[in-house]
């Protein structure tokens, strides 16, 4: 019995806090003769637990459950320290097995194991993760939704936990989209189109690829061209692998975006052959004259993007936007060529809702007809008055967004644009001379019975010197909702206006800074940034 004093001793140390102590006393009277004594191995348990050890603890709840399988309490410290290291299945199993073995009388032996069992349930269900219970192919529905929105997203959902990985490697459609670039374009294209299975939809090889010497068109060879929708391409020739390839027809292209500035007559033969398909075109700086018209011609366009792309005449132009009718957008840059033969009549796009004009001509437009415009980009160009003009004979009603930077225009035409426009919601007047505060003066005017854009909400005028505060202000409060003096005539006569939501003056002189608090109270959104921090030290 010489182990009871080394374990009483052990009880006192372990109450006082001296756990080492405690410990080794405990070690002594397993020494001699407590090895077979449950009480022993269940006390050092209890330290063990109270230093953190809990592997230790563990083998000692185990020795003395082996010593005395009828006690309850041994079973209840075993869930405890399962709990402790989130085995959540033995720490509940330890705990069936102990209730059981509990007396009808002893309630607050009962209440004990209760209250370990509901904080078992209720640590479980907070280290969950109950996504992962969710059947394979809902997972992986969930996760092609996250690709859709963002493909980095794939590498991502990979990275998460082994199950989200397995899922993610194990869906072919996830891996769909493959864009190369400097960081390992090898094993990338490599392991992408294995993941995928080849089915590759969307391929964009970028400019820095071409500076990588290990990188070659053959790494492209596994993909099944057949079902590739989107190809982008940024100074790189693949024409010659591509017909190595014997791949004469993508049935399913979609969209081809060409970017590069080489000298070079493989652009125009690449563009055209992939021609009936194609309802997204975008070329940006290519020097060959032989791109437009196309050989094999494009007719089922929706949008055509054409930036700095040289071109012989215009009638090249005009001969594209003939076969595409149903053209949706039209976006031109560095168009300033002329005619050969001069239209006999206007060329009319129904269903053209974008326009996106930089640099280019007047010419451009002088045949065109564009009477379902909704939004409106030109930018840079000596004069714009003749698109202006043209616009307004074509009878353009129902234009939504008209942003126009760096032009030279007449204040007098723009104004006759937006009285012909009254859905017109979002202006945009950045970096033009003398034409931004004639036409706030209009829209702020109630000299007429017509308010001139009442859907006008968003308002950007930067840096035109000529904006002044007084129109400004007279524009915001003839907008306001609280302006109820209007008679019931006027609320006949014309609609009410929307107020204004955000204003933009940045860079404009003219704005006196006693008034910017007057408009931060009324708009969600003012910016009066005075100068940039490269041009001062300060910004109001």
């Known amino acids: 019995m010489e182990w009871k004093a080394d374990f009483k001793r052990a009880v006192v140390s372990f109450k006082q806090g001296r756990l080492e102590e405690s410990l080794g006393l405990m070690n002594k009277a397993l020494q001699n003769g407590g090895d077979q004594q449950h009480v022993v191995y269940d006390s ?7 230093m953190g050890k809990v592997r230790e603890a563990l083998m000692d709840a185990k020795s003395a459950i082996r010593l005395a399988p009828a006690r309850w309490q ?7 320290l399962f709990l402790q290291i989130r085995r959540f299945d033995e720490a509940q199993k330890m705990l069936d097995v102990a209730l059981p ?17 509901n904080e078992v349930r209720e640590t479980r269900r ?42 993610a490697l194990n869906t072919p459609s996830l891996w769909q989209t493959l864009i190369l670039s400097k960081k390992s374009p090898v094993r990338k294209c490599e392991r992408w189109i294995q993941r995928s299975k080849g089915r590759i939809t969307e391929l964009r090889l970028l400019r820095a690829l071409s500076n990588d010497l290990d990188w070659k068109p053959y790494h492209l060879r596994g993909i099944q061209w057949e079902h590739l929708r989107i190809l982008r391409i940024e100074e790189l020739d693949i024409a010659h692998f591509l017909e190595t390839e014997n791949i004469q027809f993508l049935p399913h292209l979609e969209t081809l975006d060409i970017k590069d500035t080489a000298e070079t007559m493989f652009r125009s033969h690449f563009i055209a052959r992939w021609g009936p398909t194609v309802q997204h075109l975008s070329i940006e700086g290519t020097r060959s004259y032989a791109v437009l018209p196309f050989q094999n011609p494009y007719h089922s366009l929706l949008s055509l993007t054409l930036r700095r792309v040289r071109i012989d005449t215009l009638d090249n132009l005009y001969a594209v936007l003939e076969l595409n009718p149903q053209l949706e957008v039209l976006c031109l840059e560095g168009m300033v060529e002329t005619f050969d033969n001069r239209p006999k009549s206007d060329l009319t796009l129904p269903h053209l809702h974008t326009l996106e004009v930089s640099f ?10 564009l009477p379902s415009l909704k939004k409106v980009y030109i930018r840079g160009g000596a004069t714009i008055d003749a698109i202006l003009k043209k616009l307004l004979d074509n009878g353009s009603q129902s234009i939504e967004e008209l942003s126009i930077i760096g032009c030279a225009l007449s204040s007098k035409l723009l104004i006759g644009l937006l009285s012909a426009n009254p859905a017109l919601e979002s202006v945009t007047l950045n970096h033009l001379a003398s034409t931004s505060n004639p036409v706030i003066e209009a829209l702020a005017s109630s000299q007429s019975d017509t308010i001139l854009c009442p859907s006008l909400q968003h308002i950007d005028v930067s840096r035109c010197p ?13 907008r306001l909702p609280a302006n109820e003096h209007r008679s019931d005539e006027d609320e006949s006569a014309s609609p009410v206006a929307h107020p204004i939501r955000t204003l933009k003056v940045d860079g404009c002189p003219g704005i006196e800074a006693k008034f910017l608090p007057w408009f931060r109270e009324r708009l969600e959104s003012f910016s009066c940034v005075y100068a940039t921090r490269k041009e001062a030290s300060w910004k109001r």
Not at 143 to 157: E, K
Not at 361 to 366: E, G, I, L, N, Y
């Open 44 to 50: 050092r348990a209890a330290i063990y637990e109270k």
């Open 74 to 80: 041994s079973y209840a410290r075993a869930s405890r």
């Open 101 to 117: 073995k509990l007396s009808s009388a002893d309630t607050q032996g009962r209440d004990a194991l209760t209250s370990l069992e």
């Open 126 to 167: 907070r280290y969950t993760c109950h996504i992962g219970t969710l059947p394979t192919e809902l997972l992986a529905e969930i996760f092609q939704y996250l690709v859709d929105g963002d493909s980095t997203n794939a590498l991502t959902v990979t990275r998460i936990g082994r199950h989200w990985r397995n899922v």
């Open 360 to 369: 280019c001509a007047p010419t451009v437009f002088t045949f065109l007809a």
């Open 466 to 478: 000529d904006v002044s505060t007084g129109p400004l202000i007279r524009l915001v409060k003839s």
